[in-house]
């Protein structure tokens, strides 16, 4: 697993290579990602992008997790239905609904069913390189894929994994056997959404997310006496908010004062949005990665979620 995170920004680049080569000819009011699990990350990632670009105008992507498709989209909507094993029992049920309603649809997978029916049905669709592993660790593909067959420039993306791998060890040996508990802004409260799930995944432990102000309200209250089994881990950027700032400050100095230890998240001071999207995610692999070594669990099976599918299959 470890090569896979080093080489996540080759991952990037191959995939735009190949996004490109299906470029699309034309722009759309909205976009729908229609995805679940690992494969959604590219379209959460692209909703950070575009959200943060278009901040005094409604949302231009929209994620989907979901079997069915919501009932407003037209055909001024792009439906982009992703999985990366393309056998994701909802996302192709969500790809028969926008051919079925005659929508304008794409597909990004490495193979599987849903390969099979754009072929057949003659949907544009980005066919991935099969590389064996898990969809969030190919995530990287998936994104390129997408900003590739989008138009939207990739640029120049720099990484540095040698820090990120350091600082990830010394979080992942703070957490211990305790429970990680995401904070962020509301702003990057996708971030902490990241982290949650990748803890869930890859150490196989719980783990649950929350954004400031709004934890302030309720759940700041429920950590009165729980610091021998959870460990917050609070995802900070240098120009966040005043505001924000502000509780966050006063939230550490209540759990300092309750005897908690926490860990500390930098947002990346890149002037790239993707760029400091992509290292934060890149560190919740790491870090995810080390405790699930310190606890001596191989990350990269998800047996319960298999188990999950197989009795649901059933």
């Known amino acids: ?13 191959a995939g735009y290579k190949l996004g490109t080569e299906k470029k699309l000819d034309r722009e759309y009011d909205d976009y729908v990602i229609a995805g679940i699990g690992g494969s959604i990350v590219a379209g959460e ?42 056998n994701t029992e909802e996302t192709i049920s969500a790809l028969s609904a926008a051919i079925d309603r005659g929508l304008p649809v794409v597909v990004i997978s490495k193979g599987g069913k849903m390969i099979d029916m754009a072929k057949e049905r003659g949907v544009p669709y980005v066919d991935l390189e099969d590389d064996n592993f898990p969809a969030r660790l190919g995530a990287g593909y998936e994104l390129g894929a997408l900003l590739g067959i989008l138009g939207i420039e990739l640029g120049n993306v ?24 995401m904070y962020s802004s509301f702003k990057w409260r996708k971030l902490a959404g990241f982290w949650k799930t990748l803890f869930n995944e890859n150490a196989k432990v719980p783990a649950a997310w929350n954004y400031f102000p709004a934890l302030n309200h309720n759940e700041l209250e429920g950590l009165a006496a729980s610091q021998n089994s959870i460990h917050p ?21 209540i759990l300092t004062k309750l005897g908690y230890t926490y860990s500390t998240v930098n947002v990346s001071p890149s002037s790239s949005l993707l760029e400091k999207v992509l290292e934060n995610y890149i560190f919740g692999l790491w870090t995810s990665f080390y405790l699930a070594e310190s606890l001596g669990i191989a990350p990269a099976p998800t047996p319960i979620i298999d188990e999950y599918k197989r009795a649901r299959n059933n």
């Open 45 to 86: 990632i692209l909703w950070m992008l575009t959200s943060e670009q278009n901040k005094d105008s409604r949302p231009k992507v929209f994620i989907n997790r979901d079997y069915d498709l919501p009932g407003w989209i037209d055909k001024s909507s792009l439906v982009i239905c992703m999985s990366w094993s393309g």
């Open 1 to 13: 697993m470890k090569e896979v995170i080093r080489g996540f920004t080759d991952q990037l680049q």
């Open 158 to 181: 720099s990484i540095d994994q040698d820090r990120l791998e350091k600082e990830a060890k010394i979080i992942a040996e703070s957490i211990g056997k305790r429970t990680p508990l």
């Open 233 to 253: 881990i609070i995802i900070r950027d240098q120009k966040d908010d005043p505001r924000i700032a502000k509780s966050i400050e006063a939230t550490i100095a």
